[in-house]
């Protein structure tokens, strides 16, 4: 069984580009969840994928945006990044059964210069 | 809104001392209370949660409705439970999403 995984490790922007993160869920695991964990903060929620549906959404402004493809692997994507997205953001994967466990990746650092 | 406090961002206990870490919760309605754990380098996990009352690595807690809090105890502290501690919340709805608590660092010392 492969666990969750996410790429890149780490990446540097500056202010206004854009990113992507992307995140490959566990194996028959069909709900995503994104989280964006600051520095000495814990987790924040961004929004859950549920069979390539947006499930969910946090306080975060459109500007972040996701998919989820067919194989339940997912995207984050944030636009005109600004210097307060530099985070740790965390996906992770769960069931979609009721009281089911979220199993998270290892993160990927995001650096906004 | 549902909101997680941990008042202690960083706790130290010796080897083989009691250890009880903090959370206490806001939410209108019954929430489903969790612990997770993220250990030097390793990714965060689950550790416990209050619907399966069980004892993981020697962990408890005990989710009290009145006092609205779910805090962590171990009766006996090892040096390897050294780690971030964040306690965390889900409210009923189809997203179940986590609100979680800004974490406490327990270091176990020898």
């Known amino acids: 069984e492969t666990g969750v995984t996410q790429s890149p490790t780490h990446l540097i922007k500056t202010r206004g580009q854009q990113v992507t993160l992307r995140c490959s869920s566990q194996?028959?695991?069909?709900?995503v969840s994104w989280y964006q964990q600051a520095l000495g903060q814990g987790p924040q929620f961004i929004f859950q994928y549920y069979r390539e549906e947006e499930n969910g959404r946090g306080n975060f402004p459109p500007r972040f945006s996701g998919l989820q493809f067919p194989n339940y692997s997912s995207e984050l994507n944030v636009n005109a990044l600004e210097l307060d997205d530099s985070a740790l953001y965390l996906c992770?994967?769960?069931?979609?059964?009721?009281?089911?466990?979220?199993?998270f990746g290892p993160g990927t650092r995001l650096l906004v210069l | 809104a549902q909101r997680v406090t941990q008042p202690e961002k960083l706790l130290s206990v010796f080897k083989g001392a009691p250890v009880e870490l903090k959370c206490n919760y806001s939410y209108s309605g019954s929430p489903e209370l969790f612990w997770y754990v993220q250990y030097s380098r390793q990714r965060l996990q689950l550790l416990l949660r209050?619907?399966s009352r069980e004892s993981i690595k020697g962990f408890t807690a005990d989710l009290n409705k009145g006092e609205t809090s779910f805090h962590l105890k171990k009766p006996f502290a090892q040096e390897e439970d050294s780690a971030m501690y964040y306690c965390a919340l889900s409210g009923v709805g189809s997203a179940r999403q986590l609100t979680f608590g800004s974490g406490t660092q327990l270091t176990v010392l020898p």
């Open positions: 194996s028959g695991h069909n709900t």
């Open positions: 209050h619907i």
């Open positions: 992770a994967s769960s069931s979609g059964q009721v009281q089911e466990t979220q199993y």
